[in-house]
């Protein structure tokens, strides 16, 4: 039986291509969950490839402890990086590899790396300047988006290849290109200063 996310190993590659030299402590490949996108976040879990981070995403859901639970175990098992979005408490409790932030909540990762917290910081940017907010805060890479069209909901107007490739040339922080990226896409961003790929519904496309 073919599970939904078999395409993955060929991103992970991908991503890795994109990196190229760039030095980046952080997974090349990032995949985050999302609700509507990837319901099943177990089994989007268990498709991953070693070494890609796993970000999830939970937006409240009544499961959310146990869900999260569940993965940090499966982080384990098959060797990814658990980053829990927006909520410290829950990373804390299922002892999570790191957090990340929404662009709305750098403040809160500013002073969460002032109390000391130094496990690995990803954060939201949509433009230069939270880019660059987020690198004051202390953030170790941004994930940049809407790049390509995407079918997120909340998704804007693509910012396109060069804006992010500027961008991305210009901030002394690793930067992550999101939104519409996939194996086809992704091949267009090979070379132009990006640290990976980060994705969400891209894990079952050729």
Same mark, same amino acid.
């Given at each position: 039986?073919?599970?939904?996310?078999?395409?993955?190993?060929?991103?992970?590659?991908?991503? /890795?291509?994109?990196?190229?030299?760039?030095?980046?402590?952080?997974?090349?490949?990032?995949?985050?969950?999302?609700?509507?996108?990837?319901?099943?976040?177990?089994?989007?879990?268990?498709?991953?490839?070693?070494?890609?981070?796993?970000?999830?995403?939970?937006?409240?859901?009544?499961?959310?402890?146990?869900?999260?639970?569940?993965?940090?175990?499966?982080?384990?098992? @098959?060797?990814?990086?658990?980053?829990?979005?927006?909520?410290?408490?829950?990373?804390?409790?299922?002892?999570?590899?790191?957090?990340?932030?929404?662009?709305?909540?750098?403040?809160?990762?500013?002073?969460?790396?002032?109390?000391?917290?130094?496990?690995?910081?990803?954060?939201?940017?949509?433009?230069?300047?939270?880019?660059?907010?987020?690198?004051?805060?202390?953030?170790?890479?941004?994930?940049?988006?809407?790049?390509?069209?995407? /079918?997120? $909901?909340?998704?804007?107007?693509?910012?396109?290849?060069?804006?992010?490739? $500027?961008?991305?040339?210009?901030?002394?922080?690793?930067?992550?290109?999101?939104?519409?990226?996939?194996?086809?896409?992704?091949?267009?961003? @090979?070379?132009?200063?990006?640290?990976?790929?980060?994705?969400?519904?891209?894990?079952?496309?050729?």
């Amino acid at each position: 039986m073919t599970r939904p996310y078999d395409a993955q190993p060929g991103l992970a590659r991908l991503a /890795k291509r994109v990196r190229g030299r760039r030095s980046c402590d952080l997974p090349a490949l990032f995949a985050l969950t999302d609700p509507a996108r990837t319901p099943d976040p177990i089994a989007y879990a268990r498709a991953l490839t070693p070494g890609t981070g796993l970000v999830y995403r939970h937006y409240g859901a009544a499961d959310r402890f146990e869900t999260a639970l569940t993965l940090a175990r499966i982080a384990d098992e @098959c060797g990814l990086l658990l980053f829990v979005s927006g909520d410290v408490r829950l990373a804390d409790r299922v002892d999570a590899h790191g957090i990340h932030w929404p662009e709305r909540m750098l403040g809160a990762a500013a002073s969460r790396r002032m109390r000391g917290d130094r496990r690995p910081f990803t954060a939201s940017a949509h433009s230069a300047a939270a880019a660059q907010r987020a690198r004051l805060a202390g953030i170790d890479a941004v994930f940049y988006s809407t790049v390509f069209a995407s /079918k997120s $909901a909340t998704a804007g107007r693509p910012r396109g290849i060069f804006a992010a490739a $500027a961008l991305a040339q210009s901030v002394e922080i690793p930067l992550f290109p999101l939104g519409g990226v996939n194996a086809r896409t992704g091949r267009r961003l @090979c070379g132009l200063g990006f640290a990976g790929l980060a994705c969400v519904g891209a894990l079952s496309d050729d």
